[in-house]
Nanobody, 123 residues
Framework: QVQLVESGGGSVQAGGSLRLSCVAS????????VGWFRQAPGKEREGVAT????????NIADSVKGRFTISRDSAKNTVYLQMNSLKPEDTAMYYCGAVFGPCAPVVGRVQYWGQGTQVTVSS
């Protein structure tokens, strides 16, 4: 079974940066899609970014494009979300998700979730 473990969340002032990490395990194949999703209080969970380990192609949501980047370290089975120029509206619980189907940050395509890591951005 796929397991995902996130880390790297925290509190930061607006304009600051954070890097989230997601360690993936349990895959029986080397090519898969992993993504980052977030859920703010009172809002639905939304997709942020995905990356496919075979193509290395990132897919970034318009809401964070230009500020967030996704990357991976294959040797560490780790996917990173680099978040720059953070805004208070980026405050949310961030989840790592194993995406099945076309690789895109679509919540409905996630079959496994990590436990989440909190990101809080103050103004």
């Amino acid at each position: 079974q796929v397991q995902l473990v996130e880390s790297g969340g925290g509190s930061v002032q607006a304009g600051g940066s954070l890097r989230l990490s997601c360690v993936a395990s349990g895959y029986t194949y080397s090519r898969y899609c992993v993504g980052w999703f977030r859920q703010a209080p009172g809002k639905e969970r939304e997709g942020v970014a995905t990356i496919h380990t075979g193509t290395e192609r990132p897919n970034i949501a318009d809401s964070v494009k230009g500020r967030f980047t996704i990357s991976r370290d294959s040797a560490k089975n780790t996917v990173y979300l680099q978040m720059n120029s953070l805004k208070p509206e980026d405050t949310a619980m961030y989840y790592c998700g194993a995406v099945f189907g076309p690789c895109a940050p679509v919540v409905g395509r996630v079959q496994y979730w990590g436990q989440g890591t909190q990101v809080t951005v103050s103004s």
